[in-house]
Nanobody
Framework: QVQLVESGGGLVQAGGSLRLSCVVS????????MGWYRQAPGKQRELVAR???????DYADSVKGRFTISRDNAKNTVFLQMNSLKPEDTSVYYC????????WGQGTQVTVSS
C-alpha cells in the first residue's frame, strides 16, 4: 500500500519561504508524474504544481514564479520550494500523483500571516 508523508509546513510571515517534502513509499515512485495540491477551509482541493517523471514542471498561475517543484527519485521524495509567500497561500498542502490518486496523506499545514 502506498503511503504519502508530507512535512515542512509551518507559520511564516508574508514574503517568507518554506520548503515542503513528501516521501512516497510502497510504489515505483520514479515512473509517476507527481503533484502538489492544496486545500483551504471551505474550498476545493487544487493542483498548484506538477512534475513529470522526466522532470518537466508546470504551475498554477497563482504560484508561478514563486513556487518550484522538484523530485529526488533516489529518495522517493518530491519537494515544493515556496518563496514570496502570501496570506492567500494559507492551506493544507498535499502531494499525490497526477491521476489515479493514491490514498491521500495527512498533509502539512502552511499558514502565512500578513
Amino acid at each position: 500500500q502506498v503511503q504519502l508523508v508530507e512535512s515542512g509546513g509551518g507559520l511564516v510571515q508574508a514574503g517568507g519561504s518554506l520548503r515542503l517534502s513528501c516521501v512516497v513509499s510502497g510504489s515505483i515512485f520514479s515512473v509517476n508524474a507527481m503533484g502538489w495540491y492544496r486545500q483551504a477551509p471551505g474550498k476545493q482541493r487544487e493542483l498548484v504544481a506538477r512534475i513529470s517523471s522526466g522532470g518537466r514542471t508546470d504551475y498554477a498561475d497563482s504560484v508561478k514564479g514563486r513556487f518550484t517543484i522538484s523530485r529526488d527519485n533516489a529518495k522517493n521524495t518530491v519537494f515544493l520550494q515556496m518563496n514570496s509567500l502570501k496570506p492567500e497561500d494559507t492551506s493544507v498542502y498535499y502531494c499525490n500523483r497526477q491521476s489515479s490518486y493514491w490514498n491521500w496523506g495527512q498533509g502539512t499545514q502552511v499558514t502565512v500571516s500578513s
